[in-house]
């Protein structure tokens, strides 16, 4: 949200009903202006999305309606939305001063051996991160992922407590009535940041926003991120295959347990990485990070299946699907005992599909 605009965008003189004064970043999910609105005054972040066809239009809104929906001191506000010139935007409260960003490069930047720990400020560090978790555990159990976590995107209060902003689009974790946006490059994100199924372009999960907070952990404390490379798609393949570097190998001062845990939240696997935002939370706290005072509660939540024994009937599903091209439709039943994937499988299917067909996702809702 804070990122400089890596090219020369065209900036429009409006957006819906806000006026346009700037670019305050840009990334492969789209832009954010700085804007006032015409009517009452008020500044606001206006982030568009890019779209490659018109057929998730729907889709996007629909996520970001349910991010409009959220209520919590630490997830930024989401004002107002709309499409203008077949891509939709949404309207964000603006928020200036300090991120994690900025306080790595401060905090790093008077260190220049880089020898210690966070350099010297470990604990600090440390509640940082701890502090993340609420607001993580909250959107999670709301079935929202964030999906660009990274250190631009969490501002800090003058109290240190943080705001998450600019989601990249968020993708619904929850398995009753969760939706994938397929139009979405596969590589939406930042590569320092992302988890492996980012990479890959696979559906997300609660998990994934874990191992990016792992990454931002990781720079905190050795002042890098756990991978760097000569190029986005140099970084993206040691996400994939590479074992990060035990942060104690890099500077002093780091106890065993915080490189366990760094690790393990760095899994590849989802399933190997710590299981909610609250147990990394509770972790820290162990290591030294100031404890929460006040927790509000949230939600739980499971995680979605993944495609195990799955293979024969997702083979089949893409066979209709490589029939459409030749003109013969089908209808396919997916049925099952609850918890066994359907919904997962599904939308496998629909990303696959999304390649050589257009794709409509739907949604049966109870009355009432």
Same mark, same amino acid.
Request: proline share 7%; charged share 20%.
């Given at each position: 949200m804070v990122a400089k605009a890596r090219r020369q965008t065209k900036v429009p003189p409006r957006i819906g009903p806000f006026l346009i004064e700037g670019v305050i970043g840009e990334g492969g999910m789209g832009v954010v202006y700085r804007a006032q609105h015409e009517q009452t005054r008020a500044l606001a972040a206006v982030k568009t999305v890019r779209v490659r066809s018109e057929s998730c239009l729907?889709?996007?809104?629909?996520?970001?309606?349910?991010?409009? $929906?959220?209520?919590? *001191?630490?997830?930024?506000?989401?004002?107002?939305?709309?499409?203008?010139?077949?891509?939709?935007?949404?309207?964000? $409260?603006?928020?200036?001063?300090?991120?994690?960003?900025?306080?790595?490069?401060?905090?790093?930047?008077?260190?220049p051996q880089r020898r210690q720990a966070a350099a010297g400020r470990l604990a600090e560090a440390l509640t940082h991160v701890r502090r993340v978790c609420d607001p993580l555990a909250f959107l999670h159990g709301e079935g929202v992922i964030h999906a660009d976590l990274k250190p631009q995107n969490v501002f800090l209060r003058t109290d240190g407590r943080p705001i998450l902003v600019d989601f990249g689009i968020s993708r619904r974790a929850s398995s009753s009535g969760g939706?994938?946006? *397929?139009?979405?490059?596969?590589?939406?994100?930042?590569?320092?940041?992302?988890?492996?199924?980012?990479?890959?372009?696979?559906?997300? $999960?609660?998990?994934?926003?874990?191992?990016?907070?792992?990454?931002?952990?990781?720079?905190?404390?050795?002042?890098? *991120?756990?991978?760097?490379?000569?190029?986005?798609?140099?970084?993206?393949?040691?996400?994939?295959r590479a074992p990060a570097p035990r942060p104690s190998s890099l500077v002093e001062g780091v106890p065993p347990e915080l490189d366990r845990l760094l690790l393990s939240m760095l899994e590849k696997q989802p399933r190997d990485r710590p299981g909610h935002a609250d147990d990394v939370g509770e972790a820290l706290e162990e290591l030294g990070a100031v404890r929460e005072k006040e927790r509000r509660s949230r939600r739980s939540y499971v995680y979605r299946p993944r495609l195990v024994g799955r293979d024969v009937p997702l083979g089949q599903l893409m066979d209709y699907v490589q029939a459409l091209q030749k003109g013969q439709g089908a209808v396919a039943l997916i049925a099952g005992e609850s918890g066994i994937g359907k919904t997962y499988l599904a939308l496998e299917v629909s990303r696959r599909a999304a390649g050589v067909a257009q794709v409509l996702n739907g949604s049966c809702l109870p009355p009432g």
């Open positions: 729907t889709s996007i809104r629909r996520e970001v309606h349910a991010l409009a $929906e959220l209520r919590h *001191p630490g997830v930024v506000r989401i004002l107002s939305q709309g499409v203008d010139r077949n891509r939709p935007w949404y309207a964000m $409260e603006l928020l200036e001063g300090e991120t994690l960003a900025s306080y790595h490069g401060r905090v790093w930047g008077a260190d939706h994938e946006v *397929p139009d979405l490059p596969a590589l939406g994100g930042t590569p320092a940041y992302m988890a492996p199924h980012q990479v890959t372009g696979d559906l997300l $999960e609660a998990r994934d926003d874990l191992y990016a907070l792992g990454c931002i952990l990781y720079e905190l404390v050795t002042g890098r *991120p756990p991978f760097v490379g000569t190029s986005a798609a140099d970084v993206a393949w040691q996400h994939l």
